[in-house]
């Protein structure tokens, strides 16, 4: 059996090393112990499972970089098989990777790893078990990830802390990509993410929609340095979980929908999450684009959220951007921690959403919460609906925003509704109309 195997294996290798043409999985279970590579300069393959089913099992001695890996080639088609990875525990070695190495080059034992690629397509693959990202895209253009299905991968650092792991990463200046229809369950990390750092090219023409995502222990959804980016129409729960794995140290709490870096022309909208111990909207380095429609809701007691945050939240850390033209317009938040929105920079238009059982953790009560214990000197920050403030990571006065026709309530709201911080005049943005009760 084992011989057999092994011709079976080799022939394989053989066949993807055409580098043209279709390629079928041996059916059932075949184990590799270093990657399927499909040649630099392959067309047109299509590497597909076999009727009644494929599994790409990786020996728990496995060495390489991916399960199957794709690096400048055009034209590739990857479909209807499995691939379990060798996750036997979830503690690694792993931390983020240093001097700005790309994450292509720092995480090993991948699912599938496509680089310098255009025109790729993964549908319905199935991946577990997988000990760094299921699958990872840099470089590439013409990106669609189509009904993948992602289960009980990523791993933690020494510390026990997620090391993000576990999800869809692009990375480096992917473009014109989709990622629609996925699946993905209990992972350690982000679930789908797109990353660049500031010296590479952003993401572009993105479309990430209909996608489930439960119980990952970092961000449903990242967009990092990109633009026009659509984020809609995706669902989930129980962001932040397990709470043990959050990487507090570094305050990487979840978030539904998050941001970094430089990113605009893009669009949040529609997507629905319940349970997220963590921040509904994270807006640090979004500019010039559109939050309408979402909702993260949580019902459960606030104990049952101990990284619970704000609901939304504006900043500037990114200095090739500034924070600007942003509407946030229908979107309803239940149940956080902390305040509503907390809103910097010029021109935004904060209108019509619901901001519901807001201050959770009581901060401006007597004596002051464990949980509020936070720049005391400001001490509207953290129990307003809407705080308008000065800085966001680099100074950005809050002046020309629109805070109009929203419903906040929570403890305290009556009296704390729409509040400005130190250097910030409230009558310097258009404040009307809005209704705030406990």
Partial sequence: MLLAAAFLIADLRAALDRGRGDVVLPP??????????LPKGARGVRLRGAPGGSRLVMEAGFQGRAAIIVDGASDVTLSGFD??????????????????????????????????????????????????????????????????????SGTLN??????????????????????????????AGNAIWTHSYARSPRQSDGWIHANTITTVGRDAIQVGHATRVRVEDNRGGELGFPAGIVDVESHGVAVALDTAGNVDGSVYARNRFTDVNGQCIDLDGFHDGRVVDNSCVNKKPLEAYPASHYGIVFGNNDPGMESTGVVVMGNTLEGFAYGGVFLVGRNHRIENNHLLDLNRAHCGSTPTPARC??????????????????????????????????????????????????????????VAGNRCGP
């Fill in 83 to 152: 691939i379990r990875g060798n996750r036997t525990d979830l503690k690694s070695p792993w931390y983020l990777p240093l001097k700005e190495a790309a994450f292509a080059d720092f995480y090993p034992d991948n699912g599938i790893l496509i680089q310098h690629t255009r025109g790729v397509t993964v549908r319905n693959v199935g991946l577990t078990a997988i000990r760094t990202f299921p699958v990872l895209v840099g470089a590439s253009s013409g990106v669609v990830i189509d009904g993948v299905r992602i289960s009980d």
């Fill in 28 to 37: 059932g279970e075949t184990r590799i112990d270093r990657p399927l590579v």
């Fill in 373 to 430: 214990n936070y720049a005391l000197d400001q001490p509207d920050l953290l129990r307003s609906g809407v705080y308008v403030a000065a800085n966001g990571g680099r100074p950005a006065v809050a002046t020309g925003n629109v805070v109009r026709g929203n419903v906040m309530s929570g403890y305290g709201l009556a009296e704390h509704c729409v509040a400005a911080g130190p250097g910030v005049r409230l009558d310097a943005n258009t």
């Fill in 158 to 187: 020494q510390a026990g802390r997620n090391n993000t792991t576990g999800g869809i990463l692009l990375e480096e200046g992917v473009s014109k990509f989709e990622v629609v229809r996925c699946v993905i369950e209990r992972i």
